[in-house]
């Protein structure tokens, strides 16, 4: 399929998107974000993706919604089309998805990260909810998802201030997973990605499903969810071949990859 402001491709197991857009830093067009639901959906439907990435440039992972298409919109239009619902689609991918994240996630940038599982970030990645400097706030999860993964006392400073945050300061905060040289950056999200994609998709897709049930319910909801998973995991080949493969001192071969 023919794409202008991602590249798509597989590796291995591995489905990676690379948003691709240098002359306006990655900013997030309507068109972007269509073609970036398209390649989530044609990796979702696949059965030979086990993991997805979600990348940008050494430059810019995104530096927000593009500000020159959204100037003129009105409120009727906004309202009309819901304007931002579509980026969710990222939230709501059932395979794991990493967002590998080098230079500037800003607005919504950090909001489309934030919408992965986890990020991982180059040590030049910079991450910030500028829009109060535009006249608005963040409008895809900048009040919601930072004030869970960071607190609110950052998030409030982040978002009202418009500053940026280096990697160091986003891995000491929760923002991100892990930090590591920009020249590995690559390397090491498609090694985390890959390993994801070699266990048992099912049990994976359940895991990301347990955790993500941590933000919507109460914990006592929380723990029964789990527990009804977990046990749900003993009707699978996969938990078999997991635990005998240990007892046996040798590598799993999981039937569901
Ligand atoms: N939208 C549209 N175009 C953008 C853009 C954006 N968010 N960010 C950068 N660009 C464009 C610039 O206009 C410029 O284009 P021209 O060459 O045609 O002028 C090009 O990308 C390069 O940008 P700069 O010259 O500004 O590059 P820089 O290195 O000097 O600065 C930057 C980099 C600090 C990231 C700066 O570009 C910047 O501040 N960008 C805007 C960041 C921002 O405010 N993001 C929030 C957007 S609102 C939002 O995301 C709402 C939401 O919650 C969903």
Redesign the pocket.
């Known amino acids: 399929m023919g794409y202008e402001h991602i590249r798509v491709e597989t590796k291995g197991h591995v489905g990676v998107i690379t948003l691709d857009r240098p ?7 309507a068109a972007l974000i269509d073609e970036v639901n398209q390649a989530l959906t044609q990796f979702e439907t696949d059965d030979k993706i086990g993991c997805m990435v979600l990348t940008g440039s050494e ?2 992972f ?9 100037a003129e919109l009105n409120f009727i239009d906004a309202y009309l089309s819901d304007f ?1 619902a579509s ?1 969710e689609q990222v939230s709501r991918t059932r395979k794991p998805i990493i967002a590998g994240v080098a ?2 996630a ?6 489309l990260a934030m919408m992965c599982d986890f990020i991982i970030a180059a040590d030049t990645a ?1 991450f ?4 109060i ?2 006249g ?7 009040t919601q998802r930072l004030t869970r993964l960071i607190g609110k006392s950052k998030a409030m400073d982040l978002c009202l201030t ?1 500053r ?1 945050m280096d990697a160091e300061e986003a891995e000491r905060s929760g923002l991100v997973a892990r930090v590591v040289a920009a020249s590995d950056l690559m390397n090491e999200v498609l090694k985390a990605a890959d390993k994801i994609a070699g266990f048992s998709l099912p049990i994976a897709m359940m895991t990301k499903e347990s955790v993500n049930r941590a933000y919507e319910t109460t914990l006592t909801e929380g723990l029964r969810f789990e527990r009804r998973l977990f046990h749900s995991m003993f009707a699978t080949e996969d938990q078999k071949e997991g635990m005998t493969a240990f007892i046996d001192k040798r590598k799993p071969q999981f039937a569901n990859k």
């Open positions: 002359q306006a830093l990655n900013a997030l067009c430059k810019a995104a530096a927000g919604a593009d500000i020159k298409e959204m931002i980026w230079g500037y800003l607005g919504g940038g950090c909001e910079k910030g909810q500028p829009e400097s535009l608005v706030m963040p409008g895809a999860g900048g418009g940026m």
